[in-house]
């Protein structure tokens, strides 16, 4: 009998002698390493009603051991009742204060609780009480730092972790995620590239090199990164799904094509990778061939509405106007609360004469992204430029003022509609209000209007505020 077998058989012979004298009443002797792993048992298991009868049974068996009475605090933060889990640690820490379960468990309660910098101090606490397993404390410290957005210290602490335990290579991958979240890219280049120097063979430091180089848009040394990566594991996809992002960056769509194509080497071909090249396909103006991929992407998930969207897309750009709705309505029905999808579906609309459809598009748009500028514009524009009702175009703007006040662009949009309905002194005053929003920006009114571009009025204002 292998150690395993011999490991199993132990337990399952403990588990049933007391549960026969748990359940009977009987009695029989446990040392309180059995009476341990039993609670480990039931804990692993989520069995938290017969948890609790062996922790009992342990306290009563050895009341001055402090580890069950811990294990009844993990009880209650597993029962849902974190502040029985408190109470029962914060007594027994004068008990036994150098005992780093106590802080540990307080830690996770803490952390349960959300209450990020508390656990924090407590893990701290547990570092100069330990003289083990310190990398797993540090790599807790720096989750608690994640929950409260401070990337910086997290990957300081993650960095603590891996100089520990130089074996734990998914460290690397944490720190790469702080310092993206973060936006320390600089920083995730320096670090990796030390990594690098002490290990050149470490697939995860390339891969996150790679990452941080094409984050600064560094696409050239992204994808060299990418490729030792690959030189290391030729199997490791998610180095070519990245070196492909960067092609399509880059905007060498053929290349990223190849790319994309050799992880079908590697794996099934799935969705997602087909979406991708179909969206290739579509930057080259390679519509036809760009459909066939979306196709396949909804072949293996029926239920993906890019794909669907992207298929509407090409037919407008084949001028099929009919066959884009049908396929925009059925991405729309899978996921109906797209805004994006509204106003695509609008612009169709209206090149199809259904001015009424497109202007329930329009304002189904605006109620789900209220705070999304462009749609309040497009809305807006729909109403002044195809319905030449400047009124409602006024009224939806005002809409979308109110969300977002401090939007010049709505403001300049404002005074373009008032000109063009006749109203130009009022298109005055609220020219002043735009340019002190933000002058730069005038250039847009300018943009959507020949006859503010002719406008004398308009352009002396303009030039008087710039002298101001």
């Not at 692993?44 to 009603?49: P, Q, R």
């Amino acid at each position: 009998m292998d150690e395993y077998e011999e490991d199993k058989e132990y337990l399952r012979e403990l588990l049933e002698r007391f549960e026969s004298v748990s359940g009977e009443g009987g009695y029989s002797f446990f040392d309180s390493g059995e009476l341990e792993d039993i609670i480990y048992y039931y804990f692993s298991e989520s069995e938290l009603v017969k948890a609790l009868k062996a922790i009992d049974f342990a306290i009563e068996q050895f009341p001055a051991e402090v580890s069950f009475q811990v294990f009844k605090a993990q009880y209650f933060l597993n029962n849902g009742e974190p502040e029985k889990a408190l109470a029962r640690l914060n007594s027994l820490e004068s008990v036994d204060p150098q005992n780093p379960d106590i802080s540990l468990t307080r830690a996770t309660v803490y952390s349960t609780m959300h209450k990020h910098a508390e656990a924090i101090r407590e893990y701290q606490k547990a570092i100069t009480k330990v003289d083990e397993d310190l990398d797993e404390i540090h790599t807790s410290i720096a989750f608690e730092y994640q929950n409260l957005r401070d990337y910086k210290k997290a990957a300081e602490h993650l960095k603590k972790a891996i100089r520990l335990n130089q074996e734990n290579e998914s460290l690397l991958y944490e720190i790469g995620y702080c310092y993206e979240m973060g936006q320390m890219s600089e920083e995730a280049i320096e670090f990796f590239s030390q990594e690098i120097n002490g290990r050149p063979y470490s697939l995860v430091a390339w891969y996150n090199l790679g990452i941080a180089y094409s984050t600064l848009e560094l696409y050239e040394k992204a994808i060299d990164s990418f490729d030792y990566a690959v030189a290391i594991d030729p199997t490791f996809t998610p180095a070519y799904f990245s070196k492909a992002q960067c092609y399509e960056q880059m905007e060498m769509y053929q290349e990223a094509i190849n790319v994309y194509k050799q992880t079908f080497e590697l794996e099934k071909p799935d969705a997602m990778t087909n979406y991708y090249i179909g969206d290739c396909y579509a930057s080259m103006d390679k519509y036809e061939t760009a459909i066939e991929f979306y196709r396949k992407s909804i072949s293996l998930e029926r239920h993906f509405s890019d794909a669907w969207m992207g298929i509407g897309l090409c037919f407008v750009e084949l001028g099929q106007h009919e066959e884009a709705l049908s396929h925009m309505e059925q991405a729309i029905k899978i996921e109906a609360d797209n805004a994006e999808y509204y106003i695509v579906l609008a612009e169709t609309q209206l090149t199809l004469g259904k001015q009424e459809e497109a202007a329930l598009s329009y304002e189904k748009a605006s109620e789900l992204e209220p705070y999304h500028a462009e749609i309040w514009l497009d809305y807006s524009d729909f109403y002044a430029d195809v319905k030449k009702d400047y009124d409602k175009a006024l009224e939806i703007l005002e809409n979308g003022i109110y969300y977002q006040g401090e939007n010049s662009s709505l403001t300049y949009r404002r005074v373009a509609y008032l000109y063009e309905s006749g109203k130009q002194k009022e298109a005055i005053v609220e020219l002043f209000i735009a340019l002190t929003q933000d002058y730069d920006a005038h250039t847009e009114l300018l943009e959507y209007s020949e006859n503010i571009r002719n406008s004398v009025e308009i352009l002396s204002v303009i030039e008087s505020y710039k002298n101001k």
